[in-house]
């Protein structure tokens, strides 16, 4: 599920291709910061939404053992960091109570039932565990709507060296002659409303990447937040300027607001198993 990120898209040249992705991994990098204090050497880690497994290789270079899991389905990452095993994207292939943190990065909000697939972390943690999410704010899905002009523009110039989601570079003539101007056009139109995840559009995920939402949905699946964190990271998902440093992606937080929020959980004891 990571590896279905906005800033995975690629060019047809291998610089290219690394160029988008060293930007996600750097992005990655900075938010795993954050919350690194709660990988300890020996300690059992799921992932959920492995992706590429970066960040699994990131905690398994604490001293983690990490199970790592993404959907059958995804595309295939270009570059594996750390093994990720396949499985159905609900039903969490570990016994009861056998992993002492449930770990996420960007991946909860592409999930069609989210409480369910939370209510099967809950079962696989242990009583004493901790679950810890990065999820999009609010903030993210309203700068990502607006970077759409900009970036549509430096696509029209040609000056755009990396599309979203494409597994090669197409110009924006090419583009034209495959499905025309007309739908190129609607195209550009229809994007700063389309959702990034699970639900009906941009303007309803407003809501549903709101803080107050997310509590809501952990607490729903039988979780008590801990402890809250910004990312204090601030980046779209055009990749409009991706030079940008990480230094610099901070001191636009402050500004524009922070593109993602880390969720310590641990199980509600009150909500039973």
């Known amino acids: 599920m990571e590896g279905i990120d906005e800033l995975t898209g690629s060019g047809t040249a291998v610089e290219e291709k690394d160029g988008a992705h060293n930007l996600l991994e750097r992005i990655r990098a900075a938010e795993f910061d954050l919350v690194r204090e709660w990988f300890k050497p020996g300690a059992r880690v799921l992932e959920l939404g492995g992706g590429t497994g970066y960040q699994a290789a990131q905690i398994a270079a604490l001293g983690s053992d990490v199970l790592s899991i993404d959907l059958a389905d995804r595309h295939k990452p270009y570059r594996l960091f750390h093994p990720v095993q396949d499985y159905d994207g609900y039903n969490i292939p570990a016994p009861d109570a056998s992993v002492d943190v449930v770990f996420s990065s960007n991946t909860l909000e592409h999930v069609p039932d989210v409480g369910r697939l939370l209510r099967d972390t809950r079962r696989v943690l242990r009583p004493d565990g901790v679950a810890v999410h990065i999820v999009p704010t609010a903030a993210w899905r309203f700068w990502n709507s607006a970077a759409v002009p900009p970036y549509a523009l430096k696509q029209a110039l040609g000056l755009q ?26 195209s550009a139109l229809a994007m700063p409303f389309a959702p990034h995840g699970a639900y009906p559009s941009a303007i309803a995920e407003l809501h549903y990447f709101s803080a107050r939402r997310w509590r809501r949905v952990f607490a729903d699946a039988g979780f008590r937040v801990v402890e809250e964190r ?11 300027a991706p030079g940008t440093s990480i230094t610099g992606r901070r001191r636009l937080a402050r500004l524009l607001g922070n593109a993602c929020r880390a969720y310590v959980l641990r199980k509600d004891a009150s909500a039973g198993e």
Do not use: D, I, K
């Not at 990396?162 to 003539?173: D, K, L, R």
């Not at 910004?230 to 409009?240: D, M």
């Open 161 to 186: 060296r990396f599309t979203p989601g494409m597994v090669e570079q197409t110009s924006p003539g090419e583009a034209a002659r495959r499905r025309g101007w007309a739908g190129m056009v609607r």
């Open 230 to 240: 910004p990312n204090r990271v601030f980046y779209t998902g055009l990749a409009v």
